[in-house]
Antibody, heavy 119, light 109 residues
Framework: QLQLQESGPGLVKPSETLSLTCTVSGGSLSNSNYYWGWIRQPPGKGLEWIGSIYHSGSTYYNPSLKSRVTISVDTSKKQFSLKLTSVTAADTALYYC???????????WGQGALVTVSS | QSALTQPASVSGSPGQSITISCTGTSSDVGGYNYVSWYQQHPGKAPKLMIYDVSNRPSGVSNRFSGSKSGSTASLTISGLQAEDEADYYCSSYTSSSMVFGGGTKLTVL
């Protein structure tokens, strides 16, 4: 059974960089049908797609976040990572990683990692 | 890209059917048959319920069904059960990007 697990600091200071890693177990990152994505959910609010990556390194980003987001992949470690620069309180959210099937739907999700932006 | 439009809340009694709408544009919902629906219980990760407009993943009850007409997609839940009470989100592919709806809170009366 495929499992995804987010990890990273739970508290980030304003203007700094948020960094999270998603570790995949029970499956391969390199299947041709699969992309790997990040989605976030501010407390009490809805879901927002951040971006996704293919095992080759091709990336796709939400246009509204593109200038601040970098997603990378390390297939040898079965991990993919998110970096979000110049964070503000508006970036406080539960951050989920997920398998992005054919770049059209998310079929496996991690449990989520809460990141708070505060000084 | 703008979020897809969903009603903030819907409700129904056990055994009844309800439908949640998801309205987009010709650039997303109307332009592709790539609408998906997610169920989220409090404190839990979203769960895929419908993909590619009307397909159910293995293990999802056949009480859940999806459809689309023009730029509006719909999720129908028949035979409502208490366990269906949750938030529901639609999502659509749009030109190498993804957009979600604002979410609908389903209350089972």
């Amino acid at each position: 059974q495929l499992q995804l697990q987010e990890s990273g600091p739970g508290l980030v200071k304003p203007s700094e960089t948020l960094s999270l890693t998603c570790t995949v177990s029970g499956g391969s990152l390199s299947n041709s049908n699969y992309y790997w994505g990040w989605i976030r959910q501010p407390p009490g609010k809805g879901l927002e797609w951040i971006g996704s990556i293919y095992h080759s390194g091709s990336t796709y980003y939400n246009p509204s976040l593109k200038s601040r987001v970098t997603i990378s992949v390390d297939t040898s470690k079965k991990q993919f990572s998110l970096k979000l620069t110049s964070v503000t309180a508006a970036d406080t959210a539960l951050y989920y990683c997920a398998r992005h099937q054919l770049l059209v739907y998310f079929d496996y999700w991690g449990q989520g990692a809460l990141v708070t932006v505060s000084s | 890209q703008s979020a897809l439009t969903q009603p903030a809340s819907v409700s129904g009694s056990p055994g009844q059917s309800i439908t949640i709408s998801c309205t987009g544009t010709s650039s997303d919902v109307g332009g592709y048959n790539y609408v998906s629906w997610y169920q989220q219980h409090p404190g839990k990760a979203p769960k895929l319920m419908i993909y590619d407009v009307s397909n159910r993943p293995s293990g999802v009850s056949n009480r859940f069904s999806g459809s689309k007409s023009g730029s509006t997609a719909s999720l129908t839940i028949s035979g409502l059960q208490a366990e269906d009470e949750a938030d529901y989100y639609c999502s659509s592919y749009t030109s190498s990007s993804m957009v979600f709806g604002g979410g609908t809170k389903l209350t089972v009366l």
